[in-house]
């Protein structure tokens, strides 16, 4: 039972490059999120998903697309990187049963 | 904008102090929560009050809920260097998906 994986843990992207940031949980959890969180700050929340082929946008999606195709995976889409988006990343998720959060260790990504 | 925030920002006790953080909200909740993070590690889950309840105890930890004033405070009793970390409250709103406040680092002296 690995809880919530991301990957990848590090990332360093060019300005304009895309990439896919990989969520995946195996605690058949209806709801995920992804939160950005930047030094010395709180989580800000950028998408959530309830269920599989439901999302919606939290308080700072722009720049970042999201699908939830399985219960399991829950990737997010940076479209065309920018330095405002250098960040931890954390994904969440967790049961309606049992509404603690899991989440998993982050991914450092870097816009240069 | 952040739907919590806590205070004091950063905290620093000996280790055996009690340690004291308060978060306020601004719109209603159906319950909220209490997490730690280790030095920009995940997140871990604490303790989590309902909005019918008042106060809640696990463990060391005690927390207390305001829903008139839209505030809670988590107390850490007999703190150890082990809890030096930084606590973020969280609301639940209803729609399925959790507001963070900015966070309290806490550091133990020991």
């Known amino acids: 039972n690995a809880g919530v994986t991301q990957t990848p843990k590090f990332q360093v992207l060019k300005t304009g490059q895309s990439m896919t940031l990989q969520c995946a949980q195996d605690m058949n959890h209806e709801y995920m999120s992804w939160y950005r969180q930047d030094p010395g700050m709180g989580l800000r929340l950028i998408h959530y998903s309830v269920g599989a082929g439901i999302t919606d946008q939290g308080e700072v999606p722009n720049g970042y697309n999201v699908s939830r195709s399985t219960t399991e995976d829950f990737p997010l889409r940076l479209l065309s990187a920018a330095p405002s988006q250098t960040s931890v990343y954390f994904c969440?998720?967790?049961?309606?049963?049992?509404?603690?959060?899991?989440f998993g260790q982050g991914t450092r990504l870097t816009v240069v | 904008s952040q739907q919590g925030e806590e205070d004091p920002q950063a905290l620093s006790i000996q280790e055996g102090e009690n340690a004291t953080m308060n978060c306020s909200y601004k719109t209603s909740i159906n319950n909220l929560q209490w997490y730690r993070q280790n030095s920009g590690r995940g997140l871990v889950h604490l303790i989590l009050?309902?909005?019918?309840?008042r106060e809640k105890h696990s463990g060391r930890l005690r927390v207390t809920l305001d829903t008139s004033k839209k505030s809670s405070s988590l107390l850490i009793t007999a703190s150890r260097a082990a809890d030096t970390a930084s606590y973020f409250c969280?609301?639940?709103?209803?729609?399925?998906?959790?507001?963070f406040g900015s966070g309290t680092r806490l550091q133990v002296q020991p």
């Open positions: 969440a998720s967790w049961s309606s049963l049992f509404p603690e959060a899991f």
């Open positions: 969280a609301t639940d709103t209803g729609r399925r998906a959790l507001t």
């Open positions: 009050i309902r909005s019918n309840e």
